[in-house]
């Protein structure tokens, strides 16, 4: 082979290969003009929406503060009113003391959800950066007593 035809065999690899990458370039560019762009681009625009939707909202950020709040206020309601009574069942007529009975079984199951709302919400990632910092990161469904500041 002469030189001359190994020059010219490069000369045309080398246009193929810029012919090639030209049209490439040509159909993105066409695929992003006539809203490709929205295609590709719509899994991340929607997890951005979702998220500015919920935990860029400032009411959902507020709400999810005070329900932090309220559901450790819920628990310690509950053990409050259990511990009144117990101290009531103390001096209780029996058909009483039976009232009261079933009464506390209900509070220590109210007080359970409670305590798992609240656990539920503090592990979701989304949820847990908005608990304010002087809560427990987690309450115990087995505690007598529930204290909602560390």
Not at 13 to 28: D, N, R, T
Not at 106 to 114: D, F, Q
């Amino acid at each position: 082979m002469a030189m001359g035809q190994v020059r010219e065999g490069a000369r045309l690899g080398a246009w193929a290969v810029v012919g090639v990458i030209g049209l490439a370039v040509l159909y993105l560019v066409g695929v992003l003009a006539f809203g490709g762009a929205g295609w590709i681009t719509a899994p991340f625009r929607g997890e951005a929406d979702k998220r500015e939707n919920t935990v860029g909202s400032g009411e959902f950020r507020q709400t999810t503060y005070e329900e932090f709040f309220d559901l450790c206020e819920a628990v310690q309601n509950a053990e409050g009113t259990i511990q009144a009574l117990e101290e009531e069942r103390k001096t209780a007529s029996r058909t009483r003391a039976t009232q009261i009975d079933q009464s506390i079984t209900a509070l220590k199951a109210t007080r359970i959800e409670s305590v798992n709302a609240y656990n539920s919400k503090a592990a979701q990632e989304h949820r847990a950066p908005l608990r304010d910092k002087d809560l427990p990161y987690r309450l115990d469904a087995t505690a007598e007593r529930t204290t909602c500041t560390n």
